[in-house]
T-cell receptor
Framework: LAKTTQPISMDSYEGQEVNITCSHN???????ITWYQQFPSQGPRFIIQ???TKVTNEVASLFIPADRKSSTLSLPRVSLSDTAVYYC??????????FGDGTTLTVKP | GAGVSQSPRYKVAKRGQDVALRCDPI?????LFWYQQALGQGPEFLTY????????KSGLPSDRFFAERPEGSVSTLKIQRTQQEDSAVYLC?????????????FGPGTRLTVT
């Protein structure tokens, strides 16, 4: 399984754009890159997924360079409610996913 | 619509007791996953079902852990002779496809405390 590495924590202020980068040097051809968000006492919640280049949805963007060895989750104009743990995953076709320890994002007023 | 539900939400067991944790996935979802999450860490994969078939159980930490999904819907994770190191939140997730890279929908988890 490809192992992911991401910063342990990040701080930001309301209204700023936040970029969280994840490295996954051993990513395989069939792997997808997926990001989840988790609040305390809740299960993780899907944010976005991509294979290459750029993906955008209503809450985030995901940038993946051509070599796919890293990816960047971009959260535009964060609010206090975006304070959470963010996980980068490399997902196999077979179903097994490795979460890692995530990045704790703290948004300050 | 109903999401993934898990019961009980909290369970306290004395060391050596057996426990059973239940997961009700979203109706019609093919895939079901179990994860273990220790305090301050990310979820660790335990096992994966596609319908009633357990396709991957490589993450189960010992033979005291057993999971089943006999009719391809509800799943039960059973832990025999619980130990203190089994204390964690146990998360269940389901997915609409048999392909692993589809979005997983998580339940709220069962917090197990072994005393």
């Amino acid at each position: 399984l490809a192992k992911t590495t991401q910063p342990i924590s990040m701080d930001s202020y309301e209204g700023q754009e936040v970029n969280i980068t994840c490295s996954h040097n051993n990513i395989a051809t069939n792997d997808y890159i997926t990001w989840y968000q988790q609040f305390p006492s809740q299960g993780p919640r899907f944010i976005i997924q991509g294979y290459k280049t750029k993906v955008t949805n209503e809450v985030a963007s995901l940038f993946i360079p051509a070599d796919r060895k890293s990816s960047t989750l971009s959260l535009p104009r964060v609010s206090l409610s975006d304070t959470a743990v963010y996980y980068c995953l490399v997902v196999f076709n077979a179903g097994k996913s490795t979460f890692g320890d995530g990045t704790t994002l703290t948004v300050k007023p | 619509g109903a999401g993934v539900s898990q019961s009980p939400r909290y369970k306290v067991a004395k060391r050596g007791q057996d426990v059973a944790l239940r997961c009700d996935p979203i109706s019609g979802h093919v895939s079901l996953f179990w994860y273990q999450q220790a305090l301050g860490q990310g979820p660790e994969f335990l096992t994966y079902f596609q319908n009633e078939a357990q396709l991957d159980k490589s993450g189960l930490p010992s033979d005291r852990f057993f999971a089943e999904r006999p009719e391809g819907s509800v799943s039960t994770l059973k832990i025999q002779r619980t130990q203190q190191e089994d204390s964690a939140v146990y998360l269940c997730a389901s997915s609409s496809s048999g392909q692993g890279y589809y979005e997983q929908y998580f339940g709220p988890g069962t917090r197990l405390t072994v005393t």
